[in-house]
């Protein structure tokens, strides 16, 4: 399910914002996305291996958040918002494509009541995966 909303929000992007800046912006932390998950499963706080698509700065400020994950969801939200401040988007649209960035909070279980959310709900199921399979 993750991949097609990383697929939808890079493809809506590029369909509906005639602005290449915003959009090469949503894509690459679209894929940041996808890394500070995978760093987040194996509990890492780093993901240094994104220097090349973002740039130094971009990575440290990813490498600081409490949650690197929502940290790119948010950067992602950011690039929603300023297609429809520069009115290269309808509300319409900017739900469209927030649809799935909320789609993500709930698959990787972030929510209102967790202050410090983590990717508790796969961590405790790959847990509990491991424990069964290794008889424990």
């Not at 493809?11 to 998950?37: E, G, H, L, P, S």
């Not at 400020?61 to 690039?79: F, G, K, T, W």
């Not at 202050?115 to 290794?134: D, E, F, K, V, Y």
Request: glycine residues 2%; charged residues 20%.
């Amino acid at each position: 399910m993750m991949v097609n909303r990383t697929r939808d929000i890079c493809r809506q992007f590029w369909t509906y914002c005639d602005d290449a800046a915003i959009n090469k912006r949503a894509t690459k932390w679209t894929i940041a996305f996808v890394y500070a998950c995978k760093q987040s499963l194996r509990w890492k706080t780093e993901c240094n291996e994104l220097l090349p698509i973002l740039g130094a700065n971009d990575v440290h400020r990813l490498n600081s958040a409490d949650h690197m994950p929502v940290y790119c969801m948010e950067q992602i939200s950011a690039c929603i918002s300023d297609a429809l401040k520069k009115r290269l988007i309808d509300t319409q649209t900017a739900y469209m494509i927030d649809r799935n960035i909320t789609s993500f909070e709930d698959q990787i279980g972030v929510g209102n009541h967790c202050p410090a959310p983590i990717l508790t709900i796969h961590r405790a199921s790959l847990c509990t995966h491991a424990t069964h399979t290794l008889g424990a």
